[in-house]
């Protein structure tokens, strides 16, 4: 969610922006789309209960209706079209209406049956101008066999045609413009808060645009380590984020033949790091100098991850339902002794300042790279805490 400045890498502007035939053809193939499902959902049957997998709610799905009621996600289906015609991404002041998954087409994300995962993709984007992150198009045009691949799953678990991927993507679904009210600031506010809660849900596909930025017309050709929204938004993603759920962009070359698949989609999986409390997370970017829009953004930034750093910890037992052993699992993570400090000081902070239930076991000693000192050094940060490390 970082904006840009005159003093990055620069390519000639491209002043084609928007492309209006490529959105005018997808807004229309989309309307048939949301008036077939409209139909559909209007039936006098019970096929939709039919269709809700009780893996849903399992998999956290009340948490996503939260914010399919809040701030809303983007019909995948829509966004393939708007690739395939050549478009470019629309600011959310310019996202169509029947582009929208709300809670009244929740109904069309329910049928997921895949196990610790959901059909929601969050994305995780450089923004390559400083009012526009794709505004060519190339981003999207990258991520097109991840958004075909994962429709095309949620289809195999239904019954109907209508099922399709939720997505969160910052420009389409956080408010772009200036906000003139405090009631349009608290809607931007809670839209920015809906886009980190997506990117940390344990079940929520998050992928990382991790590739070289294009050339051609854009302004700011950082690449995602550079920047600091980026390194925020992948620690969110590892803060609870469940086994094949984080995907790096970069491996998408060559993992994916003619037709994509969730199979192929699992090669795109990317190591989590170890989750980072708030207090590490502000020292790592003071030292790494990473690039935000001015010292406010930054802030910023800090401040959103202490919230869904807390929320998340706070919420995670009652948000799956089903996993009823008070258990946190960071095992066989191939994590290091540096990242066996920064997991003990995220542990620590989480034991301190969230609501944790009584007698939470974290299995982490296992299938990790640890010295003796690094277990040591775990046990003893955690000793006058409510946690049990194993």
Not at 7 to 16: F, G, K, N, V
Not at 114 to 135: E, N
Not at 180 to 186: G, K, L, M, W
Not at 326 to 355: I, Q, W
Request: with cysteine.
């Amino acid at each position: 969610m970082d904006g840009s400045e005159a003093d990055c890498r620069l390519d000639e502007p491209d002043e084609s922006y928007p492309k209006t035939d490529a959105a005018e053809r997808a807004e229309a193939v989309q309307a048939v789309i949301f008036a077939a499902a409209a139909k559909e959902a209007e039936k006098p049957t019970d096929s939709l209960a039919l269709n809700l997998d009780p893996k849903w709610e399992k998999n956290g799905g009340k948490a996503i209706e939260a914010v399919l009621a809040s701030t809303g996600l983007i019909d995948a289906q829509y966004l393939i079209n708007l690739a395939r015609y050549g478009g470019a991404l629309p600011r959310c002041e310019q996202v169509p209406a029947v582009a929208w998954i709300g809670p009244k087409q929740a109904w069309r994300l329910k049928s997921w049956s895949g196990f610790g995962s959901s059909p929601v993709l969050a994305i995780s984007a450089g923004w390559l101008d400083p009012d526009h992150p794709d505004k060519r198009g190339a981003t999207l045009r990258k991520v097109l066999p991840v958004l075909q691949a994962l429709v095309a799953t949620a289809r195999t678990f239904a019954s109907h045609e209508h099922a399709t991927i939720g997505v969160m993507w910052d420009v389409c679904c956080v408010p772009q413009l200036p906000p003139s009210t405090s009631a349009e600031q608290e809607v931007a506010e809670r839209s920015r808060q809906d886009h980190a809660r997506c990117l940390a849900h344990s079940a929520v596909h998050v992928l990382l645009v991790t590739t070289e930025p294009p050339r051609g017309g854009y302004r700011d050709r950082r690449r995602f380590e550079e920047r600091g929204w980026s390194f925020v938004e992948e620690r969110l993603s590892c803060l609870l984020k469940f086994d094949d759920c984080l995907w790096d962009l970069t491996k998408l070359e060559g993992a994916v033949g003619a037709t994509p698949s969730y199979a192929s989609m699992l090669k795109l999986a990317r190591r989590r790091a170890p989750p980072m409390s708030p207090r590490d997370l502000e020292k790592e970017l003071r030292q790494r100098k990473l690039y935000f829009r001015d010292t406010e953004d930054g802030a910023r930034a800090v401040r959103l991850y202490s919230l869904i750093f807390s929320e998340s910890f706070d919420q995670f037992f009652s948000s799956f339902p089903a996993r009823k052993k008070m258990l946190l699992c960071y095992k066989g993570r191939g994590f290091n002794d540096a990242d066996a400090a920064t997991l003990a000081e995220a542990l620590s902070y989480a034991a301190y300042n969230c609501k944790l239930p009584s007698g939470l076991v974290v299995h982490a000693l296992t299938g990790n790279r640890f010295s003796p000192d690094a277990v040591e050094l775990l046990k003893e940060k955690l000793k006058k805490t409510s946690l049990k490390i194993k």
